[in-house]
């Protein structure tokens, strides 16, 4: 068969016996590999759409579950463009490849935004030549046909195919280079909330979940790690440890002692026998207070610019307000804890594993055997939360230590305990900002100086050791949307010992705190109403300027507000989206705080599940509203102080407010939805507590003497 290239992508078409017409889309870097000769040209598309001849459609899903719904949205995308029945899609996992479907990395809110148009072409492609193999059954022009719901139409007669009646004739052709996508008023997926395809599994508890996962031959294995950063086992009790009933080996690897035995409870017990002596190393002497009081010490040092605007020496006349804001270390807490299964064979490895990043998975294996990342499987399990907390695999490496030790299929499970104190946490922050405001309240100048742990600059600190600018650190602060003609952004880098890592929207929540707590302080200096204050600055940001009316309106902004409650608002750009929230609480005069309320409103463009869309908002309205709160993870003599929910607490059911969601009605590519409804959260709660009680709070999490009045 001849193929086809287009500048963008290109499509082929494959035809397996007994699975009927198969399409994919290749990504456009595998066809310069093919054109330099580096890969061959066999069949490998990055999306593959299986039609079956019993009609029923299987989707691959390229991408990780965690509650996001995506198992069902990619799919909605693809039957789009088919002019599919819903009622006959399935979905499937797709297993890890190393360029096979591009980036498989879930993370970002970039599953939906980054697929959309590959899915479409894909969609579409399959749709054309459905049509073109029924036109040339009946010898009519495809122009006097159309697919409709599973089966394509001829117009004149009426007559029909259902697509597995088409997909023998269609293998045959020759993909469409340039297929023609729908205009999406004629969308009838898309936009609409759909039955969840993987929501039956889920509710029957069908589903697997990396802890779910069972392999012949299995054992089980824990590892119990040094609690100190940068420490290491000196000396652990074997044999108290081998007296456990169901421990069958314990033993030494790179992060620390493993446990290996018949189930979980077996090594969990022989883990808390092991009776560690361990040498702690020079991390030993630190503790939250130190880590401040050096992140305070570089905060008068040099900076590296990351947003430059006017000239900030011009402004002697006009009146300055200074402040800082602070946050801590958070953990990301899943309820699964970290886990998977690996079986070293002798040149391969199979993996199970419940993961943001399954090449990633796919690398760290490879390289820790020694062989071809091609010869090494991944299996994508479900997630039980992932936040970005699984974005690593350091629980993968312990796996593939055991299983090549004990020559078995085995299972590592973290205890919650492991899984708490030895996380990749979300950095701490400081922030020092400042502005001026003129004689008729006009703000004249901003300036914010961000100093905190760089998560690249931890993990490849060679790039960063002449001081480059990490230019995620100031996400949500260099791009700081209000009309201001001195602006002056810059970072300075804290590193420690502290590993930090990727956490739901990141930087995005640290920089929307400090942005919208301070811009609430200066509407207020101003005497001007701090929803009023947004607008007048928003006027070349239509669609910040979207999100925060909607969700003024909705919430009824300025009505009248009993004794000690209040109303705050907040707002913030990330991950291709906008979002808005108002935030309604009580604060009694114990200093108990209520959130009531919450109404929120989102500009993500083009929407293709809104109700994957509403969720993911109320979801990273609770993960929010749990670091506002709660979500506090403190270093005492070099290691994590908090070791389970009895110390590191989450947002209870009682604490949940009533929440809305709206979504902005929007022709605009997608944008995100996992992350973007987070940053608004803590700095609408803290403007409300300060129209409840006139108290600014300018730390995180809020603590019950900052509400005392």
Not at 35 to 60: E, K, M, R, Y
Request: aromatic share 8%; charged share 20%.
């Amino acid at each position: 068969m001849s193929q086809g290239y287009s500048r963008r992508d290109f499509l082929k078409v494959s035809s397996v016996a007994g699975a009927g017409l198969i399409i994919g889309v290749v990504l456009p870097y595998k066809h310069r590999l093919v054109a330099a000769g580096l890969v061959d040209q066999t069949f490998d598309p990055n999306v593959w759409i299986s039609i079956h001849p019993d009609n029923t459609i299987t989707i691959f899903a390229a991408k990780s579950e965690m509650g996001q719904h995506i198992r069902t949205s990619l799919p909605m995308i693809v039957a789009e463009e088919l002019e599919a029945d819903w009622s006959q899609v399935r979905v499937a996992q797709a297993d890890a490849h190393p360029d096979k479907y591009g980036s498989q990395g879930t993370g970002g809110s970039g599953s939906i935004r980054r697929s959309f148009t590959r899915l479409r072409k894909a969609g579409a492609a399959g749709r054309e030549m459905l049509i073109q193999a029924a036109a040339n059954k009946w010898n009519v022009s495809p122009k006097n046909c159309r697919a409709e719901s599973g089966t394509v139409i001829h117009l004149s007669t009426g007559n029909s195919f259902t697509f597995g009646e088409l997909v023998e004739t269609a293998s045959e052709l020759q993909v469409p280079e340039n297929p023609v996508l729908k205009n999406p008023k004629d969308f009838k997926l898309i936009g609409n909330a759909m039955p969840g395809l993987d929501t039956p599994s889920r509710v029957s508890g069908a589903a697997i979940f990396g802890v779910d996962v069972q392999v012949p031959d299995m054992v089980y294995a824990t590892v119990l790690r040094c609690p100190t950063f940068g420490g290491k086992i000196k000396s652990f009790n074997r044999k108290k440890a081998m007296k456990i009933n169901g421990v069958l080996d314990v033993y030494e690897i790179d992060e620390g002692v493993a446990v290996v035995g018949k189930n979980t409870w077996a090594v969990i017990k022989g883990q808390r026998a092991l009776e560690p002596k361990w040498d702690h190393g020079d991390f030993l002497s630190w503790d939250s207070t130190r880590i401040k009081n050096m992140m305070e010490e570089k905060s008068t040092g040099k900076a590296v610019i990351a947003r430059e605007d006017g000239d900030l020496t011009s402004l002697n006349g006009d009146e300055k307000i200074e402040v800082q804001y602070e946050v801590p270390f958070t953990s990301h807490a899943t309820m699964e804890p970290m886990n998977c299964v690996a079986h070293v064979k002798k040149n391969s490895c199979e993996i199970w594993a419940p993961t943001q990043s399954p090449q990633r998975v796919q690398t760290t294996a490879a390289n820790a055997l020694g062989i071809d990342t091609k010869d090494v499987i991944v299996h994508i399990t479900m997630l039980g939360g992932g936040f970005g907390r699984r974005l690593w695999a350091d629980f993968v490496t312990d796996a593939i230590q055991v299983s090549q030790k004990s020559k078995k299929p085995v299972k590592l499970m973290w205890t919650r305990e492991d899984d708490m104190g030895h996380d990749f946490f979300r950095p701490t922050s400081i922030h020092k900002l400042s502005a001026t405001l003129s004689n008729q309240h006009e703000l004249t100048s901003w300036t914010h100086r961000v100093i905190a742990p760089s998560i690249s600059g931890q993990m490849a600190p060679e790039r960063f050791k002449d001081g480059q600018l990490d230019r995620s650190a100031v996400n949500g602060a260099s791009n700081i949307p209000y009309d201001i003609s001195n602006v002056l952004v810059d970072y300075i880098m804290a590193n420690t010992r502290v590993p930090v890592g990727w956490w739901r929207s990141v930087y995005n929540s640290q920089n929307a705190f400090a942005n919208e707590g301070f811009i609430d302080e200066l509407a207020q200096k101003s005497g001007i109403d701090p929803y009023q204050f947004r607008l007048n600055l928003l006027k070349n940001a239509p669609r910040h300027l979207g999100v925060l009316r909607l969700a003024a309106e909705k919430a009824n902004w300025g009505k009248k507000m009993a004794k000690r409650q209040g109303m705050g608002i907040a707002l913030h750009e990330s991950f291709g989206s906008w979002a808005a929230h108002v935030i309604e609480v009580t604060v009694t005069k114990k200093g108990e705080l209520s959130i009531d309320k919450i109404v929120a409103a989102v500009d993500c463009g083009l929407v293709v599940n809104p109700d994957g869309v509403k969720a993911q908002m109320e979801s990273a309205i609770v993960y929010g509203l749990t670091s506002a709160l709660k979500g506090l993870i403190t270093i005492e003599k070099g290691a994590v102080a908090q070791s389970n929910f009895h110390e590191f607490e989450l947002l209870r059911i009682d604490e949940m407010p009533e929440v809305e969601v709206y979504i902005v009605k929007s022709a605009e590519p997608p944008g995100g939805a996992g992350e973007p409804g987070l940053p608004p959260v803590a700095p609408a709660v803290t403007n409300a507590i300060f129209a409840a009680i006139g108290k600014r709070i300018r730390s995180l999490p809020i603590k019950l003497k900052d509400l005392k009045v």
